[in-house]
């Protein structure tokens, strides 16, 4: 997909992570979301897919280390293996959403959204230099991803617009299939055998 693609679905996933967000009730923010997540937490980390955006655009990378958004996820498997590091990023994010997380949250979009250009220029991410429309997917990923984790614990509806799932489900079956699972999400898929209980491809 072209960059001007990738930047409007990324801001369509935005939007609709925000209008989940939106119907968080005052006193949700404390309660549980998402295994040890509160919903705070959780909104917190979803807040991340627009600073990293921020942040990584303002880092000009000198070459292409990634070359996709499927070698993206291959690459931080291994920075994501502590699961409490990945908690602290996220309880942290919580707290810096301060006492009006939804203002915040829209802030962090805006924010995001003027970092983008028409420029597909490489930028530095977790995992080396990328292209920024190689990027944006897996920020589309964790948007959508997410917003269906915050629906499904303050009880909404879930459902997400076609494109966002679309861009999903192509990423999520390239990663299992550069990682070797590709027959097993076939059978899986075709009602051939189930996956091993809590596979994930990220």
């Known amino acids: 997909m072209t960059l001007e693609t990738q930047v409007n679905l990324y801001r369509l996933a935005g939007d609709h992570a925000i209008s989940v967000v939106a119907q968080i009730p005052e006193d949700r923010w404390d309660t549980s979301a998402l295994g040890t997540w509160t919903v705070r937490t959780l909104v917190g980390h979803i807040g991340r897919s627009f600073t990293t955006v921020v942040e990584y655009s303002a880092r000009p990378a000198d070459r292409v280390d990634v070359a996709d958004s499927a070698h993206y996820y291959l690459a931080i498997a291994g920075l994501l293996a502590d699961p409490a590091q990945i908690d602290a990023r996220a309880v942290q994010a919580g707290l810096a959403l301060g006492e009006h997380p939804l203002d915040t949250l829209r802030d962090l979009q805006d924010r995001a959204a003027a970092a983008l250009t028409t420029d597909d220029r490489v930028i530095t991410t977790i995992a080396g230099g990328m292209r920024l429309s190689d990027y944006l997917p897996t920020r589309i990923f964790e948007l959508g991803l997410h917003s269906v984790d915050l629906a499904r614990a303050l009880g909404v509806s879930e459902a997400l617009p ?34 091993p209980s809590g596979y994930s491809v990220v």
């Open 162 to 195: 076609p494109g966002i799932v679309d861009s999903i489900l192509d990423l999520a079956v390239e990663v299992a299939q550069r990682r070797g699972d590709g027959q097993a999400l076939m059978c899986a898929l075709t009602g051939r055998g189930p996956f």
